[in-house]
């Protein structure tokens, strides 16, 4: 559920147009995943090693990434070229298409929203068929709490938001009864094996 500008935003599955067809379709999915792990580790030396993945991945094609935290987070993927002494020059930008942005939070639009809240709905319904009705409705409530606060899916959940969720909003406002608060850890592992997925290593506040 990316929303990818620039080099980005071209329709081709096999890879992605920039200046000179630089980053295949595959090495940004690689690279935007890779983020996605480092921003829900905890572990410095997870996050450290996811950095280092994709670092080698996107060194192969002379380009590098930040993560651009005003507003929503953006993953910004660009030529190497364009750093000296890991900071942008912008008087070496020569093509600002070759650039590839992908949005890390936060829906584009309400047609993203909307989007976003019925894949969330696929998911609860798939942990309600296989795993009955409490892990269903505490699936619900983590769709609710991420649909609605976040806009985005289940699976792009930090591990801050996931422990915002499980320490403050199940507790205070998904009105969870004796036998959801039980299975609540229960549950989400459940979610996010169903997602085939890994759990974010959130820490309950």
């Known amino acids: 559920m990316s929303d ?21 379709a595959d090495v940004i999915d690689e690279a935007e995943r890779l983020t996605r792990l480092k921003r829900q580790a905890i572990d410095p030396d997870e996050r450290a090693a996811y950095d280092e993945r994709r670092e080698r991945l996107l060194a192969d094609h002379d380009f590098t990434a930040r993560v651009r935290d005003e507003g929503d987070a953006t993953l910004v993927l660009h030529p190497e070229e364009w750093h000296e002494n890991g900071v942008v020059r912008t008087d070496r930008i020569n093509d600002l298409s070759r650039a590839v942005e992908i949005r890390l939070e936060g829906a584009a639009d309400p047609d993203d929203w909307d989007a976003v809240d019925e894949a969330n709905r696929r998911l609860v319904d798939e ?10 409705d505490n699936a619900a409530a983590l769709a609710d709490f991420l649909s609605n606060h976040y806009a985005k899916p289940i699976e792009a ?11 403050e909003y199940f507790v205070r406002n998904a009105w969870p009864s004796e036998k959801q608060r039980a299975a609540i850890d229960d549950s989400i592992r459940l979610v996010y ?3 085939g997925e890994p759990v974010p290593e959130f820490r309950i506040q």
């Open 193 to 195: 094996e169903t997602a």
């Open 127 to 136: 942990v309600r068929g296989t795993h009955g009705d409490v892990h269903g």
């Open 157 to 167: 959940a930090t591990a801050d938001e996931l422990a915002e969720f499980r320490s």
């Open 4 to 24: 990818r500008t620039g080099a980005g935003a071209a329709e081709d599955d096999e890879s992605v147009e920039t200046g000179a067809d630089e980053l295949p």
